[in-house]
């Protein structure tokens, strides 16, 4: 079969990222979105507003944080910790032996570290000088 033409979308639109999705997903490379779970933590101030949230997804033992937020307002009072810890807890109870993370901030690699993950990779100069790391905590 001979190459016709490659061509670039950029940005992508959704149905074309669908439908590369799709094709991965029917030869078994990628889950389709009914076979992981995604989850959603949220801290919510007294006028209802988020302050802070943590949303991951679960499939094959493990759950990633994909995402994790709080309000620069309410920084440094636990919720970041807290957030993760209540992660783990679900990780766990749906089975998960481990749960992994990214971040390019050292800030929030420090308190990763701290509360037990541990760096598995890096990729260097991600932005600028900085790296971009990738960290993974054990559920016993």
């Known amino acids: 079969m001979s190459i016709v033409k490659i061509e670039i979308e950029s940005p992508a639109s959704e149905e074309r ?9 029917s030869a078994g ?3 389709r979105e009914d076979e992981f779970e ?11 507003k988020m302050i802070a949230g ?8 493990s759950a990633h944080i994909s995402e994790l937020w709080v309000d620069e307002s309410h920084r440094g009072q ?3 910790r807290k957030l993760l810890g209540y992660a783990e807890r679900h990780a766990k109870a749906q089975h998960c032996i481990r749960v992994h993370l990214e971040t390019r901030n050292s800030k929030a690699r420090e308190l990763y570290e ?3 993950y541990a760096v598995f990779g890096s990729l260097p100069d991600y932005e600028g000088s900085n ?8 559920l016993a």
């Open 114 to 116: 701290h509360l037990g």
């Open 78 to 80: 636990g919720l970041g």
């Open 17 to 25: 990222i669908g439908e590369l999705h799709n094709n991965l997903a």
């Open 38 to 48: 995604t989850f959603l933590l949220k801290v919510v101030g007294q006028d209802g």
């Open 29 to 31: 490379q990628a889950l």
């Open 54 to 61: 943590c949303k991951g997804e679960i499939a094959f033992r």
């Open 131 to 138: 790296a971009f790391y990738y960290l993974e905590k054990r």
